[in-house]
């Protein structure tokens, strides 16, 4: 197992984690199960509760648990993970991670039923869940952060009574659902599902994950001048789309707009469409994909890394 880690911990990020490796590494349950073991306690060492001592522990034939060598005390390496009461072998979800790590826009849940063998209702299930280790709490830490907002489904069925003169963005009768992104430049994103594009909605979240003295970059809309970012110790440059401007020297969004042109290719074409009640989650997907885009191991193993991370 420590042979095919370091091997796998090897590949760098800009080559392919291939499915023979995947195999190789992964033939059984037994490695998915030794895998969380030694990711919750290194060398599968740990306190056994009724020694008192941490004790090596080995895994039992048939179940999800090990004992300890000396009292026979069992552990169980799943309990609070994504695995844990699930009926689904741990080589299908492996393998449905596996998948969801070798594309870039993302994979729908028809395709991980047909992949993977299992029903559709269990494909959703896994891949709720599997999406549930891409939500990351993370600060910009970035000098230089662009921000802007975006609009995700719903038609309007009148397009004119439904949006703003001012700023070509939807009214607030329209049912689009608005949502919040900002960028570190050659950096990591943020993107939050938000109740409305209000000023007393969005500042909240830029104090909160951009740190102060950061130069924030957004467009001409009204709402970024009342927050009046100066005054909290933002930098504030803005840019006029409205009049075909998007370059002024430093100041631009071309990198959110990156991210959000990815989002929408995304929901467009592999997801088709997202109900506000699970847009987030879709939304913490993209974000992770981009925010490990340069990692120097393979996207599959960067989710691998997050499953006992979620457990602590």
Known sequence: MKERRKQRQSIPGNQKYTFKDFGSEFPNDEACLRFIAEQKWPD??????????????????GR????????????????????????TSLRTWFHAMFLMGQTRCGISAKQIQRQTGVTYKTA???????????????????????????????????????????????????????????????????????????AKTLFPIIKERVLPASTVYTD???????????????????????????????????????????????????????????????LDEFSFRYNHRQDDQPMFVSLLDQVAGKAN
């Open 124 to 198: 959703w299930r896994m891949f709720k869940q599997i999406r549930t280790l891409m939500a990351e709490d993370i600060r910009l830490e970035g000098s230089s952060v662009e921000a802007d907002e975006m609009y995700v489904g719903g038609k309007d069925k009148n397009k004119h009574a439904h949006k703003r003169v001012d700023s070509g963005r939807p009214g607030a009768q329209s049912p689009k659902t608005p949502v919040f992104g900002m960028v570190e430049r050659g950096g990591r994103v943020i993107a939050r599902v938000t109740p409305d594009v209000k």
């Open 44 to 61: 599968c060492r740990t306190m056994c509760a009724k020694c008192g001592v941490e004790r090596k522990h080995y895994p039992i034939t």
């Open 220 to 282: 001409e809309y009204p709402v970024y001048g009342w927050m009046k970012m100066h005054e909290h110790g933002y930098f504030h440059h803005r840019v006029q789309h409205q009049q075909n401007i998007y370059v002024m020297g430093d100041a631009h969004t071309n990198t959110i707009e990156g991210f959000w042109s990815l989002v929408k290719r995304g929901i467009g074409g592999v997801y088709h469409s997202v109900s506000r009640k699970y847009l987030q989650s879709y």
């Open 64 to 87: 999800t648990a090990y004992s300890c060598d000396h009292c026979g005390t069992h552990i169980y390496p799943l309990v609070g993970t994504i695995f844990q009461k699930s009926s």
